[in-house]
């Protein structure tokens, strides 16, 4: 059970009034309509999933999202939470807020990416906002700011703006944090396509930043080129490397391979289909959260049904999975160009969290940080503080909502 919200004892007047999510009654009716009418395909042979999602499974989900599954309950708990709806140079912005409780709160904020929803970093908001409910120390509480990206869930429609992509987020969350909330200086986290944007605010922006926790040390310009869709760059497997490593990668590729092909590729081509079909759209977000999380062969130990559900909402009543797709596509569209050439690229300090779920081939937790100080990508960022961890995958802040709170606390303590 979550703990009552209260704010600080002394908070600073918030400059706008809040609106909480409501989901019209008749977007639920046509929900029920459309799941009652579902129709999958025949899926024999797939019980071990390797064509893709089980239709056993995906039935059962489906059952229960239509007769068990209680929409205005999730709905409840995400409004304990404030929440905003504003627009930033024509962008629509949902954002939830949490006050910090402490004697002087650090603003901070918090961005998902895909098939993340702003409701993937509940697990965390409390203790980062209250460390003094959960053993700690009141001088590191954060004012938590967790947007919804542009495109995705409660910051949609987006019509007028088809290009937005990460870097251009960026722009909207700094002024989001500046002008329309007036904080002088903030921090920033993020995971999946979040830790671009919060690098990229380490890039541009540093001055205006305590410092950045970031779930992942891409460079930023992963989407630049001719295959952006291609995490090998077209390059083979290497040769002669140990069975179990060769295995690794090949898993890697399957993992990761068809999600940025359809999404650098043909995004709208695939938001027709899912857009039209819950039972569809489910499927296409469901494989992630089944292949990307550490569950050890069972999604609900992870992620419950009414876990799964309460996400896959949040894309359907707000008819977004298209412009959600497509912010991959744009990354690669538009690509990433510098704002100065000083080094690091992110002067901002920056702290990392690993997991071993996403290890690389060949690569064992006790050797990550080494492996990536010794990789071409170190260098990018202005490091202060890493941490590898052997459990959690894909979606960290959900998955190991303790280790990425002590983490993200270290990589800010003493830059206030």
């Not at 089980?54 to 068990?68: F, I, K, P």
């Not at 596509?329 to 969290?353: F, I, K, M």
Request: aromatic share 12%; proline share 9%; with cysteine.
């Amino acid at each position: 059970m979550r703990p009552t919200i209260t704010p600080s004892a002394t908070p600073r007047p918030f400059p706008l009034e809040p609106a909480p999510i409501h989901v019209p009654d008749e977007v639920l009716t046509d929900l029920r309509r459309r799941l009652e009418l579902t129709r999958l395909p025949d899926d024999a042979g797939n019980d071990d999933w390797r064509y893709g999602v089980n239709a056993a499974y995906l039935r059962e989900l489906v059952d229960y999202w239509r007769d068990g599954y209680d929409w205005r309950a999730a709905e409840a708990a995400i409004n304990a939470y404030e929440h905003y709806r504003i627009e930033i140079e024509g962008v629509p912005v949902h954002f939830m807020r949490r006050p910090g409780v402490g004697p002087d709160p650090t603003p901070l904020i918090l961005t998902h990416g895909w098939p993340w929803t702003f409701w993937h970093w509940s697990k965390v908001v409390d203790p980062l906002a209250d460390p003094g409910a959960y053993g700690g120390d009141p001088a590191e509480a954060f004012e938590v700011i967790v947007p919804s990206f542009p495109g995705f869930g409660f910051s949609t429609p987006l019509p007028d703006h088809p290009d937005m992509n990460y870097w251009k987020v960026a722009d909207l969350w700094h002024t989001l944090m500046t002008e329309t909330l007036g904080y002088e200086r903030y921090g920033a986290a993020g995971c999946d396509a979040g830790a671009l944007v919060t690098g990229q605010l380490g890039h541009k922006y540093a001055g205006e930043l305590h410092a950045i926790h970031i779930g992942s040390g891409q460079k930023l310009t992963l989407f630049n080129g001719d295959r952006g869709w291609d995490l090998s760059g077209g390059k083979p497997i290497p040769e002669g490397l140990p069975a179990d490593v060769h295995a690794q990668v090949v898993a890697m590729d399957r993992r990761f391979a068809v999600h940025l092909a359809a999404h650098v590729l043909a995004p709208s081509t695939l938001a027709h289909g899912l857009s039209d079909s819950p039972a569809g759209m489910l499927a296409w977000v469901l494989e992630r959260w089944v292949n990307w999380s550490d569950n050890g062969g069972d999604v609900e130990t992870v992620f419950t049904k009414d876990d799964l559900l309460t996400h896959a909402m949040i894309f359907w009543a707000t008819n977004s999975i298209g412009t959600s797709m497509r912010t991959y596509a744009n990354n690669n569209r538009y690509p990433w160009t510098p704002s100065h050439d000083r080094q690091p690229v992110v002067e901002a300090p920056t702290g990392l969290t690993f997991v071993g779920y996403e290890n690389p081939p060949g690569v064992s937790t006790d050797d990550r940080v080494r492996h990536f100080l010794d990789s071409d990508r170190a260098g990018w960022y202005n490091l202060v503080n890493l941490n590898a961890h052997d459990r959690g995958g894909h979606f960290i802040p959900w998955e190991i909502p303790g280790e990425w709170v002590d983490d993200l606390r270290r990589t800010f303590r003493g830059r206030r």
